[in-house]
């Protein structure tokens, strides 16, 4: 393996620790400040679809290079969570080339299913059982119990990708609530 891949595994780790807490930052002011003029929702409202779309760009890349760079092996719950998580850069593209806002209520359905996805995952790495086969992989099989990344005790690529998926569900919520007629 590259020396290179503990800095940057710290350094991506950092940055979902820096997203976690912008997920906090926007829960408990979308829950204590009802207010819609608030700066912090305005901001995050103004800018959610660039945000958003950076997001899916980094979880995409992230993934890519994970796999087909580093090496690591996809297992299926993996590649379940790329399937929700892809489409997300592809609606925030067309959204930020046609400005029509049509993509929230897909974005949101594409977030839940990731996040859900990506509970899931985080419980069959703890070791919890599973119905699918990956938990208890054979020869020709990836255990999507192993961890390829572990830093600061938590941050897995399952919290990474469980993380840009909350993130993008709080950015929609949030935008959908402001942009309501007051």
């Given amino acids: ?13 950092i940055s979902v620790v820096v997203m976690q807490l912008f997920c906090l930052l926007l829960v408990v002011v979308m829950l204590f400040v009802p207010n ?4 912090v929702r305005k901001f995050f409202k103004d800018y959610a679809f660039y945000i958003g779309f950076l997001i899916a760009l980094g979880a995409i890349a992230l993934s890519l290079f994970y796999s087909n760079v580093i ?8 590649y379940l969570q790329r399937i929700f998580i892809y489409p997300q850069f592809i609606l925030f593209g067309m959204e ?4 029509d806002r049509s993509i929230v209520d897909f974005s949101i359905v594409f ?6 996805t990506s509970i899931y995952h985080v419980y069959v790495e703890h070791g919890g059982t599973a119905g699918l086969p990956c938990a208890a992989p054979s020869a020709t099989e990836i255990s999507c119990a192993t961890r390829y990344v572990f830093e600061f005790s938590y941050v897995t690529i399952p919290v990474m990708a469980l993380t840009a998926s909350l993130f993008i569900l709080l950015l929609m919520v ?3 609530y ?3 007629i007051k």
């Fill in 174 to 176: 949030n935008y959908k």
């Fill in 178 to 180: 402001v942009s309501r």
């Fill in 1 to 13: 393996m590259p020396t290179y891949i503990d800095s940057f595994n710290q350094f991506v780790s």
């Fill in 111 to 116: 977030a839940l299913l990731g996040i859900i």
């Fill in 36 to 39: 819609r003029d608030n700066f």
């Fill in 71 to 78: 090496g690591f092996p996809v297992c299926e719950l993996c």
């Fill in 96 to 99: 930020l080339y046609k400005r």
